[in-house]
């Protein structure tokens, strides 16, 4: 029987618990069993693990059954990458699909410049510490401070740490012609004003950028032959007028004459959601390949040519939550608290130029400031009540928001989204989303996932968040 890997859906969460729960079953008369019986993976954790493209699945080549999967951590942060749990379905066991979903994962995370996989597991049981030791993992000290949540959890449920054993395998930079994976964060628009209008015709705003720890996820490939190709369809966006492709074009000129490049992206941020999904994708190929091509650009430059792509261009560039003014790119870095969002997409593609357009749009507001945002004083969105009487399921996603607190529109965007103080409240939300709509959790981020894999990929050090 033959199998494929991919990407794990959330329509999969129920399977992968019950292939978990199945797996757990070789373990019934190991001294372990006693732990493993009461500890299940946490499904709310894994779909957002598998909204951020963290899980692979085995499916049956026959009926597509899924038949294992394996859950990469990234919580280790730096130059290390977890892998929180790997499972085959015991009927499906000794046909290496767990070697292949183990190499998957590797291979990923060496894509996305990290140095090292880490792993806690049983030194005593063949498909464990033996299975990964074929693999090229070696035990390390289990008392280095890297491990130290992983064994306070342990403890708290009731692990025997004296049969835990962590091992950790070392990853090579990816070579010269490997792909190389890349996120594009989305963002969202904590409140957003316009001051004005000036004679070209752009509005003046004042905005704070939030950028979160979900986006899409760019590939690339490096070409000797000066083209620039676009391998992946994004529908209603023709690869001449889409931005990655323009901000590989537009670095060219800064580059060595034969610099081309292979385009792959793995879309998630919703078309017209007032994500930033478009702009990101560009800024990213932008930092990427500043660094891939050797173009040796500043922070600064790469910015202006962000600014010439886009005016939400640069906050993606420059990687931080921001205040911004001017067209948006006039910004000032903002440490914000940490906050997790709960943000709907009412599937509802909302047109950015036609708002712009609206008669009834204010373009006059007061000017506002850091200190009068931080208050709480500022908030509200320009774009809110155009985009609510335009579209109807914008506005229901708001008003279904309002029995859990403040809703609020993203950009000038369809999606709607909830600020809370704690993941589990978050996740409480979205789980009492209506299928009318989808729902997710992200946390709010000072600094950039872009600008982590970038330290990466300079084989630099962490970038505090």
């Known amino acids: 029987m033959t199998y494929h ?31 493993y019986v009461h500890v299940s993976m946490p499904p709310e954790l894994l779909v957002q693990a598998i909204e951020r493209g963290m899980v692979w699945v085995a499916l049956s080549d026959a009926d597509n059954q899924l038949v294992g999967f394996v859950w990469l951590d990234t919580e280790e942060g730096g130059q290390s990458v977890g892998i929180a749990e790997i499972d085959v379905l015991p009927d499906w066991g000794r046909r290496g699909i767990g070697a292949d979903l183990l190499e998957h994962a590797c291979a990923w995370a060496r894509a996305a410049g990290y140095r090292r996989v880490d792993l806690g597991t049983l030194a005593d049981v063949p498909w464990n510490g033996p299975f990964y030791a074929r693999h090229g993992f070696v035990q390390v000290d289990k008392n280095d401070p890297i491990f130290a949540f992983a064994r306070e959890r342990d403890q708290e449920n009731g692990f025997p740490d004296d049969l ?59 070409r000797r032959d000066g083209q620039v190709r676009r391998l992946t369809d994004v529908p209603g966006v023709p690869e001449e007028s889409d931005l990655m492709v323009r901000a590989a074009r537009l670095l060219q000129l800064h580059a060595a004459s034969d610099a081309g490049v292979d385009i ?13 999904g478009g702009s990101s994708d560009g800024a990213t190929v932008l930092v990427a390949l500043n660094h891939l091509w050797g173009a040796g650009l500043d922070e600064d430059a790469l910015a202006e040519l962000g600014r010439q792509l886009g005016a939400d261009v ?45 008669s009834e749009l204010t373009r006059n507001a007061p000017p506002a400031t850091i200190s009068s945002f931080v208050s709480g004083e500022t908030a509200g969105n320009a774009f809110e009540p155009v985009v609510r009487a335009r579209h109807p399921r914008v506005a229901a996603a708001q008003d279904w928001l309002r029995d859990y607190g403040t809703g609020r529109l993203s950009g000038s965007g369809g999606c709607v989204f909830l600020e809370t103080k704690s993941q589990e409240r978050a996740e409480f939300v979205v789980g009492q989303c209506p299928p009318a709509f989808t729902a997710r959790v992200a946390m709010g981020v000072n600094v950039s996932p872009l600008q982590q894999t970038l330290a990466r990929h300079r084989g630099g050090a962490r970038v505090e968040r």
């Not at 409140?191 to 705003?205: A, C, Q, V, W």
Request: proline share 8%; charged share 25%.
């Open 5 to 35: 890997i991919e990407r794990a859906v959330p329509a999969q969460v129920e399977a992968l618990c019950a292939i978990e729960r199945a797996a757990m079953e070789l373990f019934r008369g190991h001294r372990a069993w006693p732990f």
């Open 314 to 358: 640069p906050v993606f560039v420059r990687g931080r939550s921001a205040w911004a003014e001017g067209v948006g790119e006039k910004l000032e870095p903002i440490s914000l608290p940490r906050r997790w969002y709960a943000v709907l997409d009412p599937h509802e593609h909302v047109p950015t130029a036609a708002l712009f357009q609206a």
């Open 164 to 222: 835990r054993v962590f091992m950790s395998r070392t990853l090579m930079p990816s070579a010269a012609d490997d792909w190389t994976v890349w996120p594009a964060p989305a963002k969202l628009n904590l409140f957003l004003r316009i001051t004005g209008r000036r004679p070209d015709g752009y509005h003046e705003l004042q905005t704070v950028f939030r950028l979160l720890d979900w986006g899409d996820e760019v590939r690339l490939r490096l």
């Open 264 to 276: 792959e992206l793995e879309k998630r941020i919703p078309m017209g959601g007032g994500l930033g």
